[in-house]
């Protein structure tokens, strides 16, 4: 059922939308209460037009009026030094500073997301097993059933902290500043 169209959404599948972990019928309810009664003259995308170009073309023909990509918006709209809802660890900031340039794989699953132990458990692995080092940002509350990391065995975590760091929250630009640059930008969900 989750690899399904929604109809109503497509080309998004159930388990594409930001409300996984609900009842489908009850997603179904929320989405008919935010989407638009009538439809709208055009829609404006937070991407670019080479990362997507199969899903905007794909929703361009399904919605029949012009989809026009705006993004990335967070690079050229100023805004404070934090507008995250969470405290931000900006400790982050000196352990990239120590690391070779370019050599960090940063993973974050954004402020939407929620992952289930298991797979949660299956990416800490990943990072441990990866010989590289890593910045992996969990917000809490994000892996379902659990405060923050405390399932992860501790033989892991020791594991992991001897070549990453694991916070709840990271300032995003800094850390992908042109002086802070990732190897590999990987961020999961929205």
């Not at 930001?18 to 439809?39: A, H």
């Not at 709208?40 to 991407?47: G, R, V």
Request: glycine letters at 4%; a negative charge.
């Amino acid at each position: 059922m989750l690899q399904e169209i929604v109809t109503e959404l497509h080309p998004l599948r159930y388990k594409d939308l930001p409300f996984y972990g609900l009842p489908i019928k009850q997603t179904l309810e929320t989405i008919n209460m935010i989407m638009p009664k009538i439809p709208p003259s055009a829609y404006l995308w937070n991407t670019l037009e080479f990362l997507e170009p199969s899903a905007l073309t794909q929703i361009r023909d399904h919605y029949q009026v012009p989809v026009f990509t705006v993004g990335p918006l967070h690079k050229i709209i100023p805004t404070p030094s934090s507008t995250s809802f969470l405290e931000e660890d900006t400790s982050c900031i000196s352990w990239l500073d120590k690391q070779a340039p370019k050599s960090v794989l940063y993973v974050s699953l954004g402020s939407i997301a929620n992952m289930d132990e298991k797979v949660s458990t299956e990416m800490a692995c990943g990072l441990a097993n990866s010989n590289q080092p890593f910045l992996w940002v969990v917000r809490p509350g994000s892996i379902k059933g659990f405060e923050w990391i405390e399932f992860l065995p501790e033989g892991l975590v020791s594991e992991m902290k001897a070549r990453g760091l694991i916070v709840k929250w990271a300032p995003q630009k800094e850390v992908s500043h042109p002086q802070n640059p990732p190897a590999e930008y990987h961020r999961l969900g929205a």
